[in-house]
Structures are given as structure tokens and as C-alpha cells.
T-cell receptor
């Protein structure tokens, strides 16, 4: 398996609190992505990064922000968590526009109560 | 933007039968089409992919076909086994950026012994 680690693996938080999820990779891949997975919706892209400090929005970016200060780390922040952000969050990485296979992390189950 | 529709949402087959899952996409610029398998509680894992310059690709019991004109692609699993039971996702990618994937809603495949 590709070297991708997500932390935490599980989190319960209260509505209105900030939450940060971390994705760490040891593959030195350029591209990193955050997806959320909800029943009936498949996986939906939240934000992605194509290099250090280079990020862009995906399909469902409202309420989320990201940062990438190092190649190996991609952080997803929920500024003020809401119940609609209860989901399983997956980080993914891909090497380049030539080697395009995306590898996923183990996922983080977030519950907002 | 791209939209991917996947059918059926659930599929039940007898062991040894074939299974077919179909996806359609909307953006003619999409040129990379991977299929992921996700077992319960696990991360999605790539099982096969196809690019727009190829009409069909096989890997043992798994095959994928692509019809660019009709904008649809299909996953074919032959001689199904109980361990094929999982949720399968199709996806499409724009601009050769493999990780920036737009996913279908998923198909839950059940293979009965």
C-alpha cells in the first residue's frame, strides 16, 4: 500500500467547533486530495492540491479550507463544524499527470453532534 | 463540470455468474476512467482503469469497455466469487489529472455462494 496516513481515524466533535484532519504521505507525490463519502453520493471532492501552497476547490468545498505547507502534509479544516459535515473523509494522492493512479488513505470517520 | 451516473445501485449474482456495472459521463474532455473496489470499512482500491485512446482492457476476470461516442463505460466481472462482494465505484477524470476524480454513486455487488 502507498504510504498515506490519516489522523485521527475517528473523531466526535460538537457543532460549532473547529476541526482539523491531517493527511501525511511518504511517497513524495505532487497531488493530494480530500474527498468525503456519504451513502448514496459516492465520493465527492472537497479540495485538492497540485503542489506546496497550491490548492483549489472541488465539488463540495463550502465550509472547508485546506493548507499544504509541505509536500507530505495536506490539512483539511472545518472552521465551524455542522451536522451535515458528519461523514467519512478520505485523503488521496497521485504522482503526476502521467502516472495518474490515485491511492487512498484509510479514512477518518467524523461525527458532529 | 463532469457528472458521472452509475447503475445499478445494487446487484446480486450467483457465484460463477458474470456481473456488469455501467457508468455514463457528461464531459467529453474526460479521458481517464478508473474503477475502484471498496470492501466494508476499508479504503477504495483501484482494480482497473482505461484511458480514452483504448476501447477495452482486461485483467484476468475483470474487463472494462469504453464507448467515447456514447460517453459510457462498463465494468465486467466474469466467474464471480464471494470475495468479489463489495461496493464498486466508477470515476472520470478531466485534464489527465488522475486524482481529481468525479465518482459515480457506487454499486453494491453481492455474490451468493
Amino acid at each position: 500500500d502507498a504510504g498515506i496516513t490519516q489522523s485521527p481515524r475517528h473523531k466526535v466533535t460538537e457543532t460549532g467547533t473547529p476541526v482539523t484532519l491531517r493527511c501525511h504521505q511518504t511517497e513524495n507525490h505532487r497531488y493530494m486530495y480530500w474527498y468525503r463519502q456519504d451513502p448514496g453520493h459516492g465520493l465527492r471532492l472537497i479540495h485538492y492540491s497540485y503542489g506546496v501552497k497550491d490548492t483549489d476547490k472541488g465539488e463540495v468545498s463550502d465550509g472547508y479550507s485546506v493548507s499544504r505547507s509541505k509536500t507530505e502534509d495536506f490539512l483539511l479544516t472545518l472552521e465551524s463544524a455542522t451536522s451535515s459535515q458528519t461523514s467519512v473523509y478520505f485523503c488521496a494522492i497521485s504522482e503526476s499527470t502521467v502516472n495518474t493512479e490515485a491511492f487512498f488513505g484509510q479514512g477518518t470517520r467524523l461525527t458532529v453532534v | 463540470g463532469e457528472n458521472v451516473e452509475q447503475h445499478p445501485s445494487t446487484l446480486s449474482v450467483q457465484e460463477g455468474d458474470s456481473a456488469v456495472i455501467k457508468c455514463t459521463y457528461s464531459d467529453s474532455a474526460s479521458n481517464y476512467f478508473p474503477w475502484y473496489k471498496q470492501e466494508l470499512g476499508k479504503r477504495p482500491q483501484l482494480i482497473i482503469d482505461i484511458r480514452s485512446n483504448v476501447g477495452e482492457k482486461k485483467d484476468q476476470r475483470i474487463a472494462v469497455t469504453l464507448n467515447k461516442t456514447a460517453k459510457h463505460f462498463s465494468l465486467h466481472i466474469t466467474e464471480t466469487q464471494p470475495e468479489d462482494s463489495a461496493v464498486y465505484f466508477c470515476a472520470a477524470s478531466e485534464n489527465n489529472q488522475g486524482g481529481k476524480l468525479i465518482f459515480g454513486q457506487g454499486t453494491e455487488l453481492s455474490v451468493k455462494p
